[in-house]
């Protein structure tokens, strides 16, 4: 039964999935993903932000003490903090879309050059993992279309197999992954995202 549901398609690598690109354009395209993912909440106030401190604490001379200007200064105790994490808005970094399209094509083509791409074909209704784990007997990733999104579900179930959307793979999934399989239903949509 289990090849009754997904079966092996053999089939010529489309031309998209074969043209290779520079291991600087991956570099880019995955330290770009990582930058944007990342969320900062760590936030410490600086001395105009630290309630108080808007009256000079004594005058500039004659005190013989050493001059202030805010009780909130850094060197104070419950003053402001110096150098501390911030929640400041960051330059986003930008990936052009022909260089984002190239960078998804250009690894999916290391995995066809490997000899680790391969295409599956979805047939009939899946109504258990069982049925699709003799299949995936090795940790991969499945990109699947939009017409076969519940097999996503079976295949997350698998230890060490991922599913994702045609719609949301990136470079990063592809290149984390060890072996790829396409559904069928996904080559136009790959199509799509891969050409210029």
């Not at 010529?12 to 880019?28: D, F, G, I, N, W």
């Not at 604490?57 to 911030?86: D, E, L, M, N, Y």
């Given at each position: ?59 500039q ?34 990936l ?45 990733l ?8 519940k ?6 179930n ?39």
């Amino acid at each position: 039964m289990a090849k009754e549901a997904v079966t092996e398609v053999k089939m010529k690598t489309p031309e998209y999935l074969t043209k290779e690109v520079s291991p600087a354009l991956l570099a880019q395209a995955v330290y770009t993903l990582h930058k944007r993912a990342r969320v900062r909440t760590a936030h410490t106030k600086v001395r105009k932000e630290v309630r108080g401190g808007g009256r000079k604490p004594w005058k500039q001379k004659g005190t013989g003490r050493a001059r202030h200007a805010s009780i909130r200064s850094p060197i104070w105790v419950g003053g402001g903090v110096v150098f501390g994490p911030r929640v400041r808005k960051e330059r986003v970094l930008e990936l052009p879309s022909r260089m984002a399209k190239a960078a998804l094509c250009g690894a999916l083509a290391w995995h066809a050059s490997a000899k680790t791409l391969g295409f599956v074909k979805v047939s009939g209704e899946i109504a258990k993992t069982k049925e699709v784990a003799k299949f995936f007997d090795e940790p991969g990733l499945l990109v699947v279309g939009e017409a076969n999104a519940k097999m996503a579900r079976f295949v997350r179930n698998l230890p060490r197999m991922a599913a994702v959307g045609v719609d949301q793979l990136t470079v990063v999934d592809v290149l984390t992954s060890k072996r790829v399989w396409i559904d069928e239903s996904a080559l136009s949509t790959l199509e799509r995202r891969c050409k210029k």
